[in-house]
Each structure stands twice: as structure tokens, then as C-alpha cells.
């Protein structure tokens, strides 16, 4: 069964830390993964998309690797800010299948 | 202009009645997908169309019928509906399994 396990379930740090967060699959035949932010209530937010064939997608604070033979992704989230709280979620495209799965999300506090 | 938009926004109603949620995207992806998003915030596959045809039913009761009358257009029939359908069902999009996929905002469905 291929399944997507995020760690930690929740994060709390003060702001200007450096955020780690991170996202395992159990097969390393992907298409792409993705990466969300979901705030409460609200719809999903893309944040990266990271295709087989790359290491790392960047894009302003954000940084996400990816590591097939591992089986592992990243985000970093440089200098955290507040408004950085959220749940933040990775979904992963199996080659064998035709939809994301996704983790079940870190949900990370930012302290003022 | 939203890619992908979900109407309504909020549902509430009551057991036994039958409801649609319908979803719409202009951004002229081939595919297009039902999740739902469960009391514990895990978000689940439900249904995928690709240029009008199903093409991913993932054990779902047959009270759920998705409709696709044309490629930007995936609607959502529930029959009978019961407490447990009580969630939040997102809508998305996506080019092909290689593209990244765009979610709608959600709808929140609460059965009484």
C-alpha cells in the first residue's frame, strides 16, 4: 500500500526560527510531489511542486527537496513569521495511480 | 478569476435529503477530482474524471454520484445523506498526472 507519513504532527516555535518539516512516501516510483498550506477553514494553498526528475523546487523562504531512493521530502521555511502558521501538507503522485495521496499534515505554530 | 471554484460554500441540511455540490475550473485542465476532507483533517480521495470519464471510484457509496458534463465541469450528487457525511469536500484540478494539481476552497457539508 502506498501511503505519504508526515512528522511531526505539530510544530511550535518562536518566530525567526528556522522551520523543518518533513514527508516520507513508501514508494519511490513517483510523478511529483506537492506540497500545501491549508489554513484553518480554508481551501488548500500549492506551495511547491517538485517533478521526479528534480532535487529541490525553491521559492522565496521556501525550500523543498526530494529524495526518491529515500523515499523523503523536506520544506524549509526560512525566518518564520506568524502569518507562517498553518497546517502544511505534502501529497504525493504515485506512477501507478492517478491521484495525490496525501500525509496527514504537520500543523505548525509560529509565537510572536 | 478563480481556477477552480466550488458552490456552495456552506451546506447544511438534514438526513435523508439529497444534495449537489457543483465545481467548475478555467484553467483548462484534462482532469478533474473529488476529495474529502474528514473530522481529523485527512484529505481522501473520492472520485477522478479525465475529459468526462471516471476514471478512479475509491469505495464510495453508491449514495455519491459524480457528474462530469464537460471537461471544466465535476459535480457532486449525494443521495439520502447521513451524519457521517458530515465534511469538507474539495474539488481540484490537474493538467495530467505530471502537472500540479489546484484546489477549490472547500465546501462544508454538516448533516443534522
Known amino acids: 500500500k502506498q501511503e505519504v507519513t508526515q512528522i511531526p504532527a505539530a510544530l511550535s516555535v518562536p518566530e525567526g526560527e528556522n522551520l523543518v518539516l518533513n514527508c516520507s512516501f513508501t514508494d519511490s516510483a513517483i510523478y511529483n510531489l506537492q506540497w500545501f498550506r491549508q489554513d484553518p477553514g480554508k481551501g488548500l494553498t500549492s506551495l511547491l511542486l517538485i517533478q521526479s526528475s528534480q532535487r529541490e523546487q525553491t521559492s522565496g523562504r521556501l525550500n523543498a527537496s526530494l529524495d526518491k531512493s529515500s523515499g523523503r521530502s523536506t520544506l524549509y521555511i526560512a525566518a518564520s513569521q506568524p502569518g507562517d502558521s498553518a497546517t502544511y501538507l505534502c501529497a504525493v503522485s504515485f506512477s501507478n495511480d492517478y491521484k495525490l495521496s496525501f500525509g496527514a499534515g504537520t500543523t505548525v505554530t509560529v509565537r510572536a | 478569476d478563480t481556477a477552480v471554484s466550488q458552490t456552495p460554500k456552506y451546506l447544511v441540511t438534514q438526513m435523508g435529503n439529497d444534495k449537489s455540490i457543483k465545481c467548475e475550473q478555467n484553467?483548462?485542465?484534462?482532469?478533474m477530482y473529488w476529495y474529502k476532507q474528514d473530522s481529523k483533517k485527512f484529505l481522501k480521495i473520492m472520485f477522478s474524471?479525465?475529459?468526462?470519464?471516471?476514471?478512479i471510484n475509491e469505495t464510495v457509496p453508491n449514495r455519491f454520484s459524480p457528474k462530469s458534463p464537460d471537461k471544466a465541469h465535476l459535480n457532486l450528487h449525494i443521495n439520502s445523506l447521513e451524519l457521517g457525511d458530515s465534511a469538507v469536500y474539495f474539488c481540484?484540478?490537474?493538467?495530467?498526472?505530471?502537472?500540479?494539481?489546484?484546489f477549490g476552497s472547500g465546501t462544508r457539508l454538516t448533516v443534522v
Open positions: 481540484a484540478s490537474s493538467q495530467s498526472v505530471l502537472g500540479g494539481y489546484t
Open positions: 474524471y479525465n475529459n468526462k470519464e471516471l476514471i
Open positions: 484553467l483548462g485542465h484534462d482532469t
